[in-house]
């Protein structure tokens, strides 16, 4: 499919998404997902009221910036909730380069207490371990590599908002760890290379919550870590080896990762999903049947690879069912099942190798690949899909797109679809690399980008008019509608991950990730963002307030 057809302007980018009437919202049995759908509380104002306020709501768009700081809008403030480093029990410490976020309140009734839990999706050597491949000829020791992975899983950690601001909830019980040393279950009838239970989490990047209140976060480039296992023509198995080198002193297969991860927030018990298909996993987004069946999205966040849908064929289970690949090009969900698919057959002993070696067999069966497909929500006023395709440098597609998905009368179980393209990056549209997306309580769109940190700022490159990565927020109704907004940059290095919005809408959630990540020198860092007392940088997580936000999100009040 051609991702450069069409580049929309700012009334067509209204109908791309679908407008809807103000007294209109799709409210399913249970839709959440990367960025965030929470139920739509009790209307306090009439519909008219609340169209005079927001035909009067204008925003003030930032210009882009290159300052080492984390910069915000008109309206807008933030202050930080947890960052790298700090204790969040008596034995455990919070990890580091934080991506996704969720929160859960402990009480549906009160939005300001509850769980969150953040992503830690790699490391940098030189703050995590004291390693510097520049600096040193020998490779990396045991204790070295073991300090790397605890650094990485994610965090389950309580917090509370009081006077404003949230805090967390010191040596609470819920509060503790899943890293890369963290036993966790295969959720499949098989071994995987010998075992039913497998060693940690790693790769960490974006992820989704389930219908039943618990975690998910997806491993992304775990071949980074343990390496790859590749097949030649005649099927012949062979080890890639990994960047970070971690094999050589701990041999997990690399099988073992690259799955879809849910996580029990109460006791921390953990499960990876086989079912959902081996790949670098950006999101994983559920949609709850009226049956109790599940439908989760997830796409492989890598060039030319494809996006999923994994259908449940019993009441909420991630293990039973089938998992399809994206022809986007002939509107179909072509099943990678290895019981009916003669290719498939030819290919793989059984279905379990299918789900191990699934990008092959997406290959085979014909699906369309894609320009990095990342995060995946689903549009709470129209229910269509929108896929985020960041970029793909090799077929000079820079500044990536947005992909609209509509399933055929609107059923997230069928099996045809409608796809279009809404060119979303480049210069004259305001912004490059669409990763993350959020929609709020109101249906607003929200955006992070994730331009490589090697290519921003940089005389002559494609991203230089763009400087830092942003925030954006594309409004959905008022003055401004359809306009692409900056509310938000990045520190120097830093892309913002992970938006997720409190139950009430009056916080955003927002993950600072890498800040100062092109650091060469510890004592000169690139950046010194959160400027505490350590000097260095460090990723963090912030919670974003004001009165932007809450006015943003007040059309939720009509439902």
Known sequence: ??????????????????????????????????????????????????????????ITAMPPSDKDDLLLAEGLDYHTIIKWGDK??????????????????LDDNNPKDGLLWVNHEYIDPLFVSGFSSREYKEPRT????????????????????????????KNDPFNRRITAKTPIKLNWDTPIKGKTTVIGTHSNC???ITPWKTFLTCEENYDSFYGETEYDENDVPKHISSSYGWEKVHNHPPEHY??????????????????????AHECCTLYELEDKRVVAYTGDDKVNEHLYKFISSKPGSLKEGTLYVADIDNG??????????????????????VLIRVREAAKLLGATELNRPEDIEIDPITGHILVSLTNNVTKKDYHGSILKVEETDGAFDALTFKASTY???GEENGFSCPDNLAFDLAGNLWITTDMSGSMMNKPGRPYMPFKNNSLFVIPRYGKDEGKVIRVATAPRDAELTGPWFSPDGKTLFLSVQHPGEQTEDKKNPSSKWP????????????????DLIEKMNQLHLLQ
């Open 258 to 279: 690259g799955w879809v991860v849910e996580i029990d927030p109460k006791d921390g018990s953990a499960q990876k999903h086989v079912a959902l298909g081996r790949f």
């Open 423 to 425: 060119k979303a990056g």
């Open 88 to 105: 969040i029990s008596r034995k455990d410490t919070f990890g580091f380069n934080n991506d996704f976020t969720c929160f859960i309140p």
């Open 206 to 208: 974006s992820g989704g």
């Open 531 to 546: 400027f505490d007392r350590d000097n260095i940088p460090k990723p963090a997580v912030v919670a974003i307030k004001g």
């Open 142 to 169: 045991t204790a070295q590599i073991d300090k790397e992975m605890y650094n990485v899983g994610g965090t389950i950690v309580r917090i509370r908002e009081e006077e404003g601001k949230w805090k967390i909830v």
């Open 332 to 353: 179909k969900w072509l099943a990678l099942d290895w019981e009916n698919q003669p290719v498939l057959k030819n290919k793989f002993k059984d279905q379990t190798e």
């Open 1 to 58: 499919m051609d991702t450069n057809k069409k580049n929309y302007n700012r009334k067509e980018f209204i109908s791309f998404l679908g407008k809807a009437s103000l007294g209109t919202m799709l409210i399913p049995p249970f839709l959440t997902s990367c960025g965030s759908m929470a139920t739509p509380i009790t209307p306090v104002l009439s519909p008219k009221e609340r169209l005079e306020k927001l035909k009067n709501l204008a």
